[in-house]
Nanobody, 118 residues
Framework: QVQVAESGGGLVQAGGSLRLSCAPS????????MAWFRQAPGNEREFVAA???????TYADSVKGRFTISRDNARNTVYLQMNSLKPEDTAVYYC????????????WGQGTQVTVSS
């Protein structure tokens, strides 16, 4: 069951850019924190970036300075602007959300593929 929906993935050359978008598919997921994770073949799922309703943004060291997370609370949508993409960024990118005071991300999307060629 799709709880949130991602879009914007695709194929891009190294050094290029992509912008991912994510929004809940229903009204059951609280979006106090909206975040992005990614998983490459053979790797564990890893944290990429997160943005809270209160304005606190967090990034993984591997993407800091290249990726920017932002959100439009009026549209309940989160974005991930990915610049200076590297082949190592190739992965399925997942959107996840959670409510205030909740430890785990409990609403997930089905993922969107990002492929960066050399």
């Amino acid at each position: 069951q799709v709880q949130v929906a991602e879009s914007g993935g695709g194929l891009v050359q190294a050094g290029g850019s992509l912008r991912l978008s994510c929004a809940p598919s229903g009204r059951t997921c609280s979006t106090y924190v909206m975040a992005w994770f990614r998983q490459a073949p053979g790797n564990e799922r890893e944290f990429v970036a997160a943005s809270s309703w209160g304005g606190a943004n967090t990034y993984a060291d591997s993407v800091k300075g290249r990726f920017t997370i932002s959100r439009d609370n009026a549209r309940n949508t989160v974005y991930l602007q990915m610049n200076s993409l590297k082949p190592e960024d190739t992965a399925v990118y997942y959107c996840a959300v959670r409510g205030f005071g909740v430890t785990n991300y409990d609403c997930w999307g089905q993922g969107t593929q990002v492929t960066v060629s050399s």
